[in-house]
């Protein structure tokens, strides 16, 4: 099988090797394949599964055009429909209108005329997040407030010249709590952790956390609104103001799984991975 990655990580990432040495010892081989080299075979795969392809918000067209080449080659996780969706932030919107608690967000189209100012003042928003609407992992992303207001407007116009942008406030009770993240496998809870907040320690550093039924029936219920079950999701919550938590990201493309935050995660992420392998179970295994 195929773990998909980038020309900058061809070999795959040191946390999806945890998960490469499981599946190992299930006899099965993962083979590293960048998604835009020439010359990969992608129909000798018995499964396809998308993992580090952390360049594909510079060649969205090209990639979302890769996986629905490479899903008629072979299985492909999680299916092209979902990563279409899940490639623009906009997705988040989306999950509002559904009745999800996201993170408030104000998505701004490419080249609209507008400042930083004006939103933050509509919104009542102090000090403010900006981000662009396509992007892995936390590029581009820059926190702004009336001391540096410039700089958030000139960051701001940048990525308006190359594509939609998202503005949300920026969530200070998570700069004491932190943040967390809920993995699922095919569907089921596997484990969870928790980790500083991005704005304010990057990379992450995962510590094995213990949410209550009431965070896992909320993560399930987002992922109860997708169209298919995918083989793994992240839900990433932030703690809300007001209580509760609120959803930062709903990672379904190639999410660093942080399986070294938990003793048990990968195992967990290689059974799900033989259940997509085994040919009694189909390709929608898990649904």
Request: a negative charge.
């Amino acid at each position: 099988m195929a773990f998909v990655t980038d020309s900058e990580s061809p070999r795959g990432t040191p946390d999806d090797a945890l998960a490469v040495e499981e599946l190992a010892r299930r006899q099965v081989t993962v083979v590293p394949a960048v998604w835009d080299a020439e010359g990969v075979e992608w129909s000798g795969f018995d499964l396809i599964v998308i993992r580090s392809p952390w360049d594909y918000p510079t060649k969205r067209d090209r990639f979302l055009a890769w996986v629905d080449r490479a899903s008629r080659s072979a299985p492909l996780w999680n299916p092209p429909a979902m990563v279409a969706w899940n490639s623009h932030k906009g997705y988040l919107l989306d999950l509002a209108r559904r009745g999800t608690a996201i993170v408030p967000t104000v998505l701004l189209a490419r080249g609209v005329d507008t400042t930083l100012d004006e939103v933050r003042k509509r919104q009542g928003w102090a000090e403010v997040v900006v981000k662009p609407a396509v992007s892995s992992s936390s590029k581009g992303l820059l926190r702004s407030g009336p001391d540096d207001a410039g700089a958030g407007q000139r960051h701001l116009q940048a990525l308006l010249g190359s594509g939609d942008v998202l503005v949300q406030p920026y969530v200070a009770p998570a700069r004491e709590r932190g943040e967390r993240s809920l993995v699922f496998f095919n569907g089921r809870f596997a484990f969870a952790v928790d980790y500083a907040y991005v704005l304010e320690n990057d990379p992450r550093r995962p510590t094995p956390a213990h949410p209550s039924a009431g965070e896992v029936r909320a993560a399930v219920g987002i992922l109860q609104q997708l169209d298919a079950v995918p083989l793994y999701a992240r839900v990433d919550f932030l703690p809300s103001p007001i209580g509760g938590w609120w959803l930062g990201e709903l990672e379904l493309i190639e999410p660093e799984l942080l399986l070294r935050g938990h003793p048990e995660a990968a195992t967990k992420f290689a059974d799900a991975v033989v259940e997509k392998l085994e040919p009694a179970a189909g390709p929608w295994a898990g649904r």
